[in-house]
């Protein structure tokens, strides 16, 4: 079992960053896939980036490339995503899942991820 709870999230102006947290509660965590998703208003949820049990890998949706970093410390059982260059549409819930059967390889299925968190709330002014 794996317990998420995400933090970071608030009002910033466009251009601006922000980095959320992901601490994980479970030993499952440091050995398997997590990735961030979002759900804007009004939309369905969608995969973000994600990133495997070591850190040795990682996968970007091609909206958030360049902007957006994804990373964890293991040892400390928590997920990081810092977010640079934020625009409007980036506004959403973000949520951190963890897909406990997998350690290597990223999908972006949301139907693999076992553990979500409860998500936190990024608002982008324009």
């Known amino acids: 079992q794996v317990q998420l709870v995400e933090s970071g999230g608030g009002l910033v102006q466009t251009g601006g960053s922000l980095r959320l947290s992901c601490a994980a509660a479970g030993r499952t965590f440091s050995s398997a896939v997590m990735a961030w998703f979002r759900q804007a208003p009004g939309k369905a949820r969608e995969f973000v980036v994600g990133?495997?049990?070591?850190?040795?890998?990682?996968y970007y949706d091609d909206s958030v490339k360049g902007r957006f970093t994804i990373s964890r410390d293991n040892a400390k059982n928590t997920g990081y995503l810092q977010m640079n260059s934020l625009k409007p549409e980036d506004t959403a819930v973000y949520y951190c899942a963890v897909d406990r059967y997998t350690r290597v390889v990223v999908t972006t299925t949301q139907d693999a991820f076992d553990y979500w968190g409860q998500g936190t709330q990024v608002t982008v002014s324009s």
């Open positions: 990133i495997n049990w070591s850190g040795g890998r990682t």
